[in-house]
């Protein structure tokens, strides 16, 4: 097949941007930790940041680039991206729950995970 179906198409370029801004995010998070957890506690109701870490933070970034490379390969019609994309979108959503407790679940990231995995799923399984 030669030509993406757009829906397709659309998925793996709100992906490329979705883990493109998580990278920058988590990257200014690692190498400034200091002054965003100064922000979290201004901009949020979270009053105790003892158990975030720079550690914490470089791991979601090398999540978010594995996620960024899955979607990259998956938009070039690589099937070895939909594994690195899966397999780096359930670290996304598991290690905040994992590192800070069941409250850190985002269901408004896993809504968004299983829409965009399921568009790459059915059009792999369609093109099998």
């Not at 870490?53 to 939909?82: C, D, E, H, N, T």
Request: aromatic letters at 18%.
């Amino acid at each position: 097949m030669t030509t993406k179906p757009l829906f397709y198409e659309s998925a793996c370029i709100f992906s490329i941007i979705g883990s493109s801004i998580g990278f920058i995010s988590m990257f200014i998070a690692t190498f400034f930790f200091r002054i965003v957890t100064e922000k979290i506690t201004l901009v949020t109701n979270i009053t105790a940041t003892e158990k975030l870490s720079p550690i914490y933070f470089a791991l979601l970034m090398a999540a978010f680039s594995v996620s960024l490379a899955g979607a990259i390969k998956l938009y070039r019609m690589q099937r070895i991206g939909l594994y690195f994309y899966l397999t780096a979108q359930m670290i996304i959503l598991f290690l905040p729950v994992i590192w800070l407790g069941s409250n850190a679940f985002s269901v408004t990231n896993a809504i968004f995970t299983m829409i965009f995995s399921g568009v790459y799923l059915a059009y792999f399984r369609i093109t099998v």
